[in-house]
């Protein structure tokens, strides 16, 4: 990235002149977003713990866990650890210290933890948990508190299920315009990388681009679709300092729809 901000200010010094033959392929993609509870996990790294009063507690709670870990480990494509511990009843389980102790044992950004608040209740088969969740990466540095878990004996995995809808990422869709010169294969095989989702190679391709032309139209294309590929990177700063450059040897009065739409998703820190 060090080599992306110092080639924005070479190129400033570099003749302006036009080409032709500038098309583009649709790029779509679906952008993972904070889940249901407003909790932004997905370049967290988590652990789950599980404190328990006997055995009983344990297997019903760990089988609903161990399904939450599973499909978590999933859906943000990493792993989760579960921990289980025997129930304190001195702990103070809600407190962002004890959380923060629990933090730096599982060496994880966030961390999950549920202990009984009751007995398990023979005739419904369901025991009530609380469920907290601390993550350390926030400002805000809370504690959050899904009091009264109702945890199934009878269907575990609906449990699971129902806890996941808390916590799973949302999806938005998205669609961005790369740009390329037709009949020319080094533009094309940089576009191809980009829609095969190989960012590394393709904005390399890109700054090589850059290196050798000139070329008014060619230099804003390459740092438009760096500045994509930066901002699917999620590196917002580098993807708007590309994209101001972009604009800038545009040669337009007016902004393209493609440039001002990405433009605003990097203002609200949409990704």
């Not at 990422?169 to 294969?185: C, D, H, M, R, V």
Request: aromatic content about 10%; some cysteine.
């Amino acid at each position: 990235m060090k080599n992306l901000r110092n080639l924005l200010i070479l190129l400033a010094i570099l003749p302006m002149t036009a080409s032709c033959g500038l098309t583009y392929e649709t790029l779509s993609v679906q952008l993972m977003k904070p889940s249901a509870s407003t909790l932004d996990l997905k370049n967290r790294s988590m652990s789950v713990f599980m404190a328990y009063k006997n055995s009983q507690d344990s297997t019903i709670c760990c089988q609903v866990l161990t399904g939450f870990v599973e499909k978590m480990s999933e859906e943000y494509s990493k792993p989760v650890t579960l921990f289980s511990m025997p129930f304190d009843a001195a702990a103070d389980y809600t407190n962002r210290d004890t959380l923060a102790s629990y933090i730096t044992m599982a060496n994880n950004d966030v961390v999950f933890l549920t202990y009984p608040n009751g007995k398990y209740d023979a005739v419904t088969g369901v025991m009530d948990y609380t469920l907290l969740v601390y993550d350390s990466m926030v400002k805000d540095d809370i504690v959050n508190s899904l009091s009264h878990l109702k945890v199934s004996a009878i269907n575990p995995s609906a449990t699971t299920d129902n806890l996941m809808l808390n916590f799973k990422p949302t999806w938005k869709g998205a669609s961005f315009k790369i740009l390329y010169f037709e009949g020319n294969s080094d533009w094309t095989s940089a576009m191809q990388q980009a829609i095969a989702g190989d960012w590394t190679n393709a904005i390399d391709a890109w700054i090589e681009l850059l290196s050798k032309s000139t070329a008014l139209e060619r230099r804003m294309a390459a740092e438009y679709n760096i500045a994509v590929g930066c901002y699917l990177l999620e590196d917002l700063p580098l993807a708007e300092k590309w994209l101001d450059q972009a604009i800038a040897d545009c040669g337009q009065n007016v902004t393209p729809s493609y440039m001002q739409y990405l433009k605003t998703l990097i203002k609200q820190g949409d990704r």
